[in-house]
């Protein structure tokens, strides 16, 4: 039962987590990519305020809703409670086999590539082959317990937060601003209302995926100290740290590289930041905080996602049953004397990670595969408050601006993933394809067990 796993996880080491499984490579890639998309500067401000608005309504309802049933795994107990059995199952079975593994080892594959591209002609290892260290070193990290890998997520955010945040004080100081050239806006314009929906939703889309991760403090609520003050609390200070460093970021990358050049230039504008911040030694600086980004980032996803897999192995395993199956919910449940830390989720979390990585070896392919599923429990995740409210007591999981909140998350949301199936099918429907797989497997577990 989840009791076996100590609460360990303060307000700083939630807030650590938050933080950093958000901040990974979005904030130095995304602004190139949003560049094009934006007309004047202050979208570029609009944009990343309505990602973080727009995550903060995913925040204020799911903290609330784990703050009422604080266990490991949350977000599954919350979907299971909220929609039945067969959703909770499902919501399982693609974080084994979907979610989980695809979102380590999209992380993975990055700084993989960082590694690769730092050592070549000194370390002969792919970016698959770094991106499987990584992995491997975080494991072990988290196998000595849940307060080492708290402790860790605590330092590298901390590390990967002063250093980003130091680049853009330098460049305030020691940096003249590069004035803006006007920016043609008549087009948009003329589009009327429409167009600027079209516009909104193309900078949506390429934000929003930079706050996503949030929900992975979730899977270790058992495992976290006071948790009906520190979890919503350190879900919500976690977001709001993070909206400060983006907001004051972009205004540094805009302070020196305009919209327009950042639009048509090839070269990162944080690495232009830092190089005329810093001189020649400010490209490395920048190369070396975006690999401690990703790390920490993969750090935090190594912590908490074996924290589901092992609620699934509590709810499911059987005793005195044999076959695979029970014996991998058998795996998945077990729990280290010493340590307190679920050692088979832990191990099953690194070697499905490592599967992935090596079948789809690329970032792009590897975000198409889970993105769909994951976000699609996201939003049954939130829409689980309307049927907790509905229920007896149901008032305490009602959260600020219920029901506004979380209707504003699940429409934005659905309509994220409506587009990334029309444009992106092929990965996509092959994670979707794997999700389903859950449902025949639980009909066939259900009738086992009646």
Known sequence: MTRDLRRQLGLVAVMAVVAGDMM??????????????????????????????????????????????????????????GFGG???????????????????????????????????????????????????????????????????????????????????????????????????????????????????????????????????????????????KNLPLGLTLGLGLIIVIYLLTNYAYLRIVPLEEMATNESLAAVVVAEKTFGVAGGKFIILLMMFSIFGALGGLVMTFPRLLFAAGTQYKQKGQKGILNGLFRLLSKVTPKTQVPAGAI???????????FFFQSFSRIVNFFVVPNHLFNILLVAAVFRFVRRSGGEKYKSFGYPLVPIIYIVTIAGFLISALIYRPTDTLIGVALTATGIPVYLWLKRRSG
């Open 347 to 357: 191990w099953v979390s690194c070697f499905t990670s490592i599967v992935a990585l």
């Open 86 to 228: 067969m959703a909770g199952f499902v919501k399982l079975w693609q974080n084994v086999w979907v979610s989980g593994p695809g979102s380590v080892a999209a992380v993975a594959i990055l700084f993989g590539k960082f590694c690769s591209d730092l050592m070549v002609g000194s370390v002969a290892l792919s970016p698959v082959g770094w991106g499987i260290l990584a992995i491997v070193t975080f494991t072990v990290i988290n196998l000595f317990g849940v307060e080492w890998g708290g402790r860790t997520q605590i330092i590298l955010t901390a590390i990967k937060i002063v250093a980003l945040l130091s680049l853009v004080v330098g460049s305030l100081l020691l940096v003249e601003a590069t004035p803006a050239k006007t920016v043609e806006t008549a087009t948009a314009a003329g589009d009327g209302i429409w167009g600027l929906f079209r516009l909104i939703g193309l900078g949506i889309g390429a934000v929003l995926f930079t706050y996503d991760g949030w929900v992975d403090i979730m899977h270790a609520a058992g495992e976290v100290k006071n948790p009906r």
């Open 24 to 81: 990974g490579s979005g904030i130095f890639y995304t602004p190139q990519e949003l560049a094009p998309i934006a007309l004047t500067t202050w979208h570029i401000y609009l944009f990343w305020g309505l990602c973080g608005t727009i995550t903060l309504c995913g925040i204020l309802t799911v903290g609330q809703l784990g703050a009422g049933m604080p266990r490991s795994g949350a977000d599954y107990h919350i979907i299971r409670e």
